[in-house]
Nanobody, 127 residues
């Protein structure tokens, strides 16, 4: 069992920045690839970014490339999502999630491959 708690969301003006954090507890954090997803009311959950167990490999949604950076600190059991140049269309509830995998290099953008999810943190970007 892994428990995930997101923080760092809030209200920000367009062009501003936020850093989201996801603190993990339970099973060994470094055994999991991690991902960030977002969801608006009435819409499907959307992949944003992923990072492999070893932190070397990252992958991003095309619309956030160049503006978003995912990183992890396995010693602190925490994964981060740094978001810059935010746009109103980035407004959503952001969730972190964990995928257990034997491969240190693996990452995934598929919702159904993640087995543990946080409660979400609201990000609102005003125009």
């Amino acid at each position: 069992q892994v428990q995930l708690v997101e923080s760092g969301g809030g209200l920000v003006q367009a062009g501003g920045s936020l850093r989201l954090s996801c603190a993990a507890s339970g099973r060994t954090f470094s055994d999991y690839a991690m991902g960030w997803f977002r969801q608006c009311p009435g819409k499907e959950r959307e992949f944003v970014a992923a990072i492999s167990r070893n932190g070397v490999n990252t992958y991003y949604l095309d619309s956030v490339k160049g503006r978003v950076t995912i990183a992890r600190d396995n010693a602190k059991n925490t994964v981060y999502l740094q978001m810059n140049s935010l746009k109103p269309e980035d407004t959503a509830v952001y969730y972190c999630a964990a995928h257990r995998d034997s491969r240190t290099w693996y990452y995934t953008d598929r919702v159904d491959e993640y087995i543990f999810w946080g409660q979400g943190t609201q990000v609102t970007v005003s125009s």
